[in-house]
C-alpha cells in the first residue's frame, strides 16, 4: 500500500467531502459559525476576497449601464403579499419585525414592546420594495430603461446552514431593471446571465454551463429563470447565479405603469439578477484541495507572501531589507486589473507553521527568502495551484510575476473544464442513468455522480419521479439544447426536443 | 427694494431652513423617502457620493493598519443585555425580530408564526456581537491589537426621521479594535478621530472641531467619547463622527481576555468610531445654496457634464463628435486619486432644464458645446460654486481642469472655514450668551446662533440648564481647552479650566 501523502487538510476530499468543505472555510481562515442561528462571521480573509468580487462585477454591471442605489432593509408585509407566488416562496422563512423597542417587565428582564401595527419582513430578495419605488420613478416611456444594482444584505431563514452555500443571512447584489417592451427585458436578462458566466469564468476560474430552469426551480413570481450551473469536485452541481425574465408580473403587483409612445398607460417589463457570497463557496469547491483553499489569482486578496526565513537574530535586518526591496518590486507589476499585492509574513512563529497557514489560505505564490537565497540573488518560490517549487532569480521573479499569475489563472479554468468533461456523460439508459447516481454502487466506475446529459420530455411527472427515487434534478435546460438532437425521455420514453442537464446539487 | 434674485430651491435657505434642506436632497436627486417608516432609498446620484465616501474612508482604514469583515446583522437580546449602559442607551429604539415566517390564518391573511426562543435585535451598533467574535479570536497578547472595521446597514427605530440626518435604517462603517494597553487603545481612539478630521477637510471640504463629549452626551457604554463637530448654515452643530474610547467595559462584558506577557489573564482594552451616510446631510448643509447641492470635487460622482446645445438637426452628429472628444481627453487627465469624471448629457429635453438640473445636483463644473463654441474650438463653461461663467478655449479647459477643480475644493473649503468663523464667538456674560441663541432677538445681531465658546464650570447642572432653557448643548470639550485660558462658568460663575464650545445642534 501506497504511503498516505500527508496533507493540511483532515479529512480529505474522497473521506468526507461536506467535513472538509468545512474544514477549508476554517483552516483557510474565510468565515465561521457566529452564536446567532445560521449568520456567519466573514474573516478579513473571506471577505477581502468578497471585495474583490464586488469590485469585479460592479465593473461589469457599470459598463452594462447600470447604476447603484440603496433601498430599506425593511418590507411591509403586505408588499410582499402583492404577488401570489412571491409571498409563498418566501413566507415559509423569514425573519418578522414585530416590535420596536424593548422594555422591562415585572421579571427584571427585557421583552418585546411597542408593536409594530404592520409587521416588517426583513428583505428576503427586494423585488416588491423596489418595484413600489420604481412606480414612482417611471412615468413615460422616457424614464425607461431603469437599470438598477443594490449591494445588500439579505435574510433567509433557512433550517439547515452552511458557510457560504446556505446562511440565514447573506450579502449579495440584486439587479432590477424595468423596460419598455418584452424583447428589452428579455435581452437585459440573457446579458446579465452572459456577465455573470465571463465573471465565473475569467474571474473565478469556474466553468459554468447557462441555460433555463424548469418552472418548478423558477425564481417564485418570474415568468422564466436563467442560471450558472457550476460542477463542484463531488461532482453536484452549484447554482452560482440567476436571472429572472419576470413578465410584467411585478410591474402589475407594484404598479410600474409608464406613458407609452402612443400615449396609452402600459405596464414595464422587469428583471432581476442576482450573486451573492455563495460564489465563495463555489470557488472553495471548485478549486480546494486536501492541502486547502486555491484562490485563482484575478480574485486572490493577495498575489504573492514573501517568507523571510531568519535562522539567525543577526541576519533579521538584512534579510527583511531584502524582501522590502522585492516588495516594492513587485507592487510596481501590474496584474490583470490591478497592482501586484504582497504580503511580507514576518511575524516571530514557527515557519513550517507560517508557510501552511499561507497554502491553507490559497495565495497563489509564496517565496521562502533566507540568507542563502539572499547571497544568490534570488527566492524560494512555490505556486499553490501546481504545488511546483524553484529557485528563482529575484528580478526575474519580479519580471514573471504577472505572467505566473496569469499562467496560474488559466491553469486553473482549464483543470475545472477538465474535471467537468470527464464528469460529463450522456446517458439514454434509465438503468444506467440510475447507476450513476448512485455511489453506493462502488464497483461501477460510471457510479461516481456528475452532469448526465440526457433526454426529457418536458413533463413534471418525470422530473418529480427522478428527484423522489434520486435526488436528482434537472439543473438547467440548456439554450443550445436542440443541437443534442432529438431522442427520448430517459425515465418515461416519450419524445424529446433534446438533452438537458441532471444532477445533484446543493 | 432689490429685484429678488429666482432661485432653483424654494424655499431659501433664510426662508425655511429645515425645508429648504428637504427641497435639496430632492432637486439633487440624492434620496426619498420610502414608505417603510423611517427607512430612505438612496438614489443613484447620492449612493455614487456614498460609494466615493467609502473608497476615501477605505483607504485610510487601510492605511492606518485596518481590514475589513462582516458580522451578523441580528443581535441576541441577552448579548445587548450583557453592558448595562449599552442596552439602556438602545433598548427604547430598536427593530425586534421575534417570528421566523409567515403563516396562513383563518382570516384568510399571514401572520407571524414560528416564534423565536430569543428575541433579535437588529443591530443598532455592533459592540456585543463583535465583542463575542473577539473574544474567541484573542488568545494571547500575540493576537493583538485586533484592528477590525465593518462597512454595514444599521437600524435605531427613531421616532422622528429627516433624510441622512436621522433616519431609522442608515449605512455606516463601525470600527473595532482591541489592544493589550490602556494607552495603544487611547492612541487608536486619537488617531481614528484625526482621520475623521482629514476625512472631512481633505475630502468633504467640511471643517471640523474636535474634542471631547462631556459625560451626557457619550455613546452608551464608553469611557470617552471624541467627537469631530462641524457647522451648519443655520449655525446649529452635526455631530459628524465619533470614536469612542471603551476602556475594558466591553471586554469584560464580552469576556475579550488574552494570556499577557506576564503570563496572566488580561481583559483586552477595546474602541469603537464610525461615520454614516449622515455625512451626506452634512456636505449639503456646509455647502449647499439657493440652486441646489454643490458637490465637493474630490467626492463628487462626476466632475464635469458637457451639455449639447443642438439648435438644429442637422449640427446634431458634428456636436456630439465634438463633445466625444473634448470628454476622451478629460478622461485622460487625473484629478486627485480617480479620472476625471464626465457625464454627457445628450438627452432630447429642454436645454435650461437640463443645465438647471445639473445645477440642482451640485456638479463642480457644466460646459456648453454650441455650433458657435464648436467654431471657434471652445466650450462655455460654469463654476457651480462661484457661478463664474467664461468662453474657453477646449484645449485650455482640458489641460486645466485638475487645477479648476482643486481651486473649487479649496475655496469650499476656505468658504465654510470663513462662515464658521463669522459666527464663532466668545462670550462671558450670561445675558450675551442666551441673547446670541435666541433667534427671535431680531435687532440684535449677534442673535443668529452658531458656536458659543464660554466656559463650564465641568458641572451636568449647567449643562442641563442651558439645555432646557435654551436647547444648547455642549458640542465638544476641546483638546486644547487649557489654551483659551481659566475663567468663570459662564452660567454659574464657578472657576473654569478653559472654554468649551456651545450650540445647537441636529
Avoid at 265 to 292: C, N, P, Q, Y
Wanted: glycine share 8%; with cysteine; proline share 4%.
Amino acid at each position: 500500500m501506497a504511503k498516505q501523502k500527508k496533507t493540511a487538510i483532515t479529512p480529505t476530499r474522497d473521506e468526507n467531502y461536506p467535513e472538509w468543505y468545512q474544514q477549508v472555510v476554517r483552516a483557510a481562515e474565510l468565515a465561521e459559525n457566529s452564536d446567532v442561528r445560521g449568520c456567519m462571521v466573514i474573516k478579513p480573509w473571506g471577505y477581502a476576497l468578497w471585495e474583490n468580487i464586488q469590485r469585479g462585477l460592479d465593473k461589469m454591471f457599470k459598463e452594462t449601464g447600470h447604476v447603484n442605489a440603496y433601498f430599506p432593509l425593511f418590507i411591509p408585509k403586505s408588499y410582499l403579499e402583492k404577488e401570489a407566488e412571491h409571498v409563498e416562496g418566501f413566507a415559509k422563512e423569514c425573519a418578522v419585525v414585530t416590535h420596536h423597542r424593548l422594555e422591562l417587565g415585572e421579571d427584571g428582564k427585557l421583552h418585546p414592546a411597542g408593536e409594530l401595527e404592520e409587521p416588517l419582513i426583513v428583505r428576503p430578495t427586494s423585488e416588491t420594495i423596489i418595484g413600489a419605488t420604481f412606480a414612482k420613478w417611471v412615468q413615460s416611456y422616457r424614464d425607461l430603461p431603469l437599470l438598477i444594482n443594490q449591494w445588500a444584505n439579505v435574510v433567509r431563514w433557512e433550517m439547515r446552514t452552511r458557510l457560504f452555500l446556505r446562511t440565514a443571512e447573506f450579502l449579495w447584489q440584486e439587479g432590477h431593471t424595468a423596460h419598455e417592451t418584452e424583447a428589452e427585458a428579455w435581452e437585459e436578462t440573457r446579458k446579465m446571465l452572459e456577465v455573470y458566466k465571463t465573471f465565473a469564468e475569467d474571474y473565478m476560474a469556474m466553468p459554468v454551463l447557462t441555460g433555463e430552469k424548469t418552472a418548478g426551480e423558477r425564481f417564485p413570481g418570474a415568468v422564466s429563470t436563467l442560471c450558472i450551473e457550476a460542477m463542484m469536485q463531488d461532482r453536484k452541481a452549484l447554482q452560482a447565479g440567476t436571472s429572472h425574465f419576470l413578465g410584467q408580473n411585478f410591474a402589475k403587483a407594484s404598479g410600474i405603469q409608464y406613458a407609452a409612445r402612443e400615449g396609452d398607460k402600459e405596464f414595464a417589463w422587469t428583471t432581476s439578477w442576482g450573486v451573492s457570497t455563495r460564489l465563495i463557496g463555489g470557488m472553495i469547491m471548485t478549486h480546494g484541495d486536501d492541502d486547502g483553499m486555491v484562490m485563482p489569482p484575478r480574485l486572490a486578496p493577495s498575489h504573492v507572501v514573501l517568507l523571510p526565513i531568519i535562522r539567525q537574530e543577526e541576519d533579521r535586518e538584512a534579510i527583511l531589507a531584502y524582501c522590502n526591496e522585492i516588495a516594492a518590486k513587485l507592487r510596481t507589476q501590474r496584474f490583470h486589473e490591478r497592482e501586484v499585492e504582497v504580503v511580507i509574513d514576518a511575524r516571530d512563529i514557527n515557519a513550517g507553521e507560517k508557510g501552511w497557514g499561507w497554502v491553507k489560505k490559497g495565495i497563489p505564490v509564496r517565496a521562502e527568502v533566507g540568507p542563502r537565497d539572499m547571497a544568490n540573488h534570488s527566492v524560494f518560490m512555490a505556486r499553490r495551484d501546481t504545488g511546483e517549487k524553484k529557485g528563482i532569480d529575484k528580478d526575474e521573479f519580479v519580471a514573471t510575476i504577472a505572467q505566473t499569475l496569469e499562467d496560474i489563472q488559466q491553469g486553473m479554468l482549464q483543470k475545472a473544464r477538465d474535471y467537468r468533461a470527464a464528469y460529463t456523460r450522456e446517458f439514454d439508459s434509465y438503468d444506467e442513468f440510475v447507476a450513476f447516481f448512485t455511489p453506493e454502487n462502488k464497483e461501477r466506475p460510471e457510479a461516481h455522480g456528475g452532469f448526465a446529459m440526457s433526454h426529457w420530455c418536458d413533463g413534471s411527472a418525470c422530473e418529480d419521479k427522478i428527484s423522489d427515487d434520486l435526488s436528482v434534478t434537472i439543473r438547467t435546460v440548456p439554450f443550445d439544447r436542440a443541437e443534442s438532437g432529438a431522442g427520448q425521455c430517459v425515465c418515461c420514453g416519450k419524445p424529446s426536443s433534446g438533452r438537458v442537464v441532471f444532477a445533484k446539487s446543493y
